[in-house]
């Protein structure tokens, strides 16, 4: 049982290449999320999946674009990507059960360098 | 708008000491809080919930509505606490049955020995 897994863990880019981060959950939770977390600023919410077949804006969505591939993978990808998005990404996913008991599960994070 | 605020970056105490981690947030709702810490090279987790009312490591954690705050509290402070915190909220449900996080920018602790 790995839980949240991520892919690749570090990544450099040039500006305007593009690539996609793979998470997987073997869970059989629900929903899945993606996260920046960026120096002084706190994890901060890119795009959630609610289920299967559904995804969602989060807090700061410009720049990148999400597949919900089927329940148990959630990918992240960026078309060009820019210096601004140099940060690490988090990978989450819950059972989207009970708002009183549901708990985040995270992955082990990808660390993007965009040049 | 929900909202997390956070207000030290850094919080450096003695082993043995009594550690005060503050979080305030802004709501107007019921929320769900949260802490969640990140150890050096692990991931980040869960610590505990305002529902469970109990008690990890040694922490503890009171929502406090009438001044909008949710501190977490231990009172002898360890050297393995070293790491940083993170305060979130949870304003309830959005799509189909899941919620958001709404995270504070996380107080690095380091206890020194």
């Known amino acids: 049982n790995a839980g949240v897994t991520q892919t690749p863990k570090f990544q450099v880019l040039k500006t305007g290449q593009s690539m996609t981060l793979q998470c997987a959950q073997d869970?059989?939770?629900?929903?899945m999320y993606w996260y920046r977390q960026d120096p002084g600023m706190g994890l901060r919410l890119i795009y959630y999946?609610?289920?299967?077949?559904?995804?969602d804006k989060g807090e700061v969505p410009n720049g990148y674009n999400v597949s919900r591939l089927n329940k148990r993978e959630f990918s992240l990808r960026l078309e060009s990507a820019a210096p601004s998005q140099t940060s690490v990404y988090f990978c989450?996913?819950?059972?989207?059960?009970?708002?009183?008991?549901?708990?985040?599960?995270f992955g082990p994070g990808t660390r993007l360098t965009v040049l | 708008a929900q909202r997390v605020t956070q207000p030290e970056k850094l919080l450096s105490v003695f082993k043995g000491a009594p550690v005060e981690l503050k979080c305030n947030y802004s709501?107007?709702?019921?929320?769900?809080l949260f802490w969640y810490v990140q150890y050096s090279r692990q991931r980040l987790q869960l610590l505990l919930r305002?529902?469970s009312r109990e008690s990890i490591k040694g922490f503890t954690a009171d929502l406090n509505k009438g001044e909008t705050s949710f501190h977490l509290k231990k009172p002898f402070a360890q050297e393995e606490d070293s790491a940083m915190y993170y305060c979130a909220l949870s304003g309830g449900y959005s799509g189909a049955g899941s919620y958001q996080l709404t995270f504070g920018k996380g107080t690095k602790l380091s206890v020194i020995p």
């Open positions: 709501y107007s709702g019921s929320p769900e």
């Open positions: 989450a996913s819950s059972a989207s059960g009970s708002v009183n008991t549901d708990t985040q599960y």
């Open positions: 869970m059989n939770h629900n929903s």
């Open positions: 305002h529902i």
């Open positions: 999946s609610a289920s299967e077949g559904t995804t």
